[in-house]
């Protein structure tokens, strides 16, 4: 009998996926990994421990706590920080899932002997022809391939996804008849880390910890010629595409176009110059096929936020690592700071990168 480690976030999937794999006949361990600690209340503020251990007992496994919050630190929260003050917006759960996450949770697959580790996610995996493993996209409406585009063979080879044919209105069913305690517990929507969306005063309470970069405060908006058009309250507030909120009235509609934390401004522009066609990525991970040499050229269709439908594209290797992709069709609102995830034909992830130039 095979043992696996399941990730506990105290949430509907997580405990699905941990009655599923019991009831195929793993032996299951629950693990929650302790990544941030409210002083007031010593709980972790993004896996809600007794929820966790309450789902534990129910389904008759044992439940243990495992602290990532060194790692959760240099991974997740201090690159949230740095990015905003330099004017990028960025996916902390992207980075969580590969070093905070994965490793935490391999890291426990040692302590208690076991040979796999699964998590809630809603995705694929495969083993390809040429031996390599990939997630792939499945069409189903929570699907999570874009997030997991940063794990590595080894991460991947040891993973279990219970619930990649299911829906989330099926995993809710299942909990439901297993009468497990979060059946009805709402998702979360919110980044773990900051309370109720206040994601600038978190940033700005950080701010002295980041060596090569400061909060400003307020600067100017602009035009694309340099035109100052009024105040901002911050570059931190705003990202690339945002109209609501800005404070400013124009009379027409204006959106972010561009976030310059050197001047400390913020260019605002009509929506037709939105539109971009080609961008550059860096800190590629490749999943479905080896890391293409400088000059190569492959074809994929690339998804620039985790909701886009994705577009078809050219991606060239660059001598620097970085890849350059040039879309068959214009896209909107490409943001530094967010991920580039490239998937072929079949829907398996090719790779991905952190989208760092707009041309």
Not at 134 to 157: C, F, H, I, P
Not at 178 to 202: H, N, R, T, W
Request: aromatic share 10%.
């Amino acid at each position: 009998m095979s043992k696996v480690i399941v990730g506990m976030s105290g949430g509907v999937d997580s405990a699905v996926c941990a009655y599923l794999l019991k009831e195929q006949g793993y032996d299951v361990v629950g693990v929650t990994l302790r990544t941030w600690i409210d002083s007031d209340k010593e709980v972790s503020k993004c896996c809600e421990l007794e929820d966790a251990a309450r789902i534990c007992r129910k389904i008759g496994i044992p439940y243990h706590i495992h602290n990532v919050g060194r790692d959760f630190c240099t991974y997740v929260t201090t690159p949230f920080v740095s990015d905003y003050l330099h004017g990028r917006t960025p996916s902390p759960c992207v980075d969580c899932n590969r070093h905070v996450k994965w490793e935490g949770m391999l890291y426990t697959t040692h302590l208690f002997d076991a040979d796999f580790i699964a998590t809630g996610h809603y995705a694929t995996l495969e083993k390809l022809p040429n031996g390599r493993f990939a997630v792939r996209n499945t069409g189903n409406a929570k699907d999570q391939s874009y997030m997991l585009y940063r794990l590595t063979q080894e991460q991947l080879s040891k993973t279990l996804f219970p619930l990649s044919n299911y829906t989330k209105d099926e995993v809710r069913a299942i909990a439901a008849k297993a009468e497990l305690p979060v059946a009805e517990k709402p998702d979360s929507q919110e980044i773990c880390f900051v309370e109720d969306g206040m994601y600038p005063e978190y940033v700005k309470s950080r701010a002295s910890e980041i060596e090569d970069a400061e909060y400003k405060g307020e600067g100017n908006f602009v035009d694309e010629q340099g035109n100052v058009l009024g105040r901002h309250k911050g570059i931190i507030h705003y990202t690339i595409g945002q109209r609501k909120g800005l404070g400013i009235a124009l009379g027409h509609p204006i959106f972010v176009k561009e976030i310059r934390p050197d001047t400390n401004e913020v260019v605002l522009c009509e929506e037709e110059t939105l539109w971009g066609s080609r961008i550059t990525c860096r800190d590629l991970n490749f999943m479905s096929i080896e890391e293409p040499a400088a000059g190569e050229i492959i074809r994929a269709k690339v998804k620039i936020r985790y909701r886009h439908d994705g577009e078809w594209a050219d991606l060239k290797m660059l001598e620097d690592g970085r890849v350059l992709i040039t879309f068959d069709k214009p896209v909107r609102a490409a943001t530094p700071g967010q991920a580039a995830v490239f998937y072929d034909e079949k829907g398996y992830v090719i790779g991905g990168g952190k989208i760092c130039e707009l041309r």
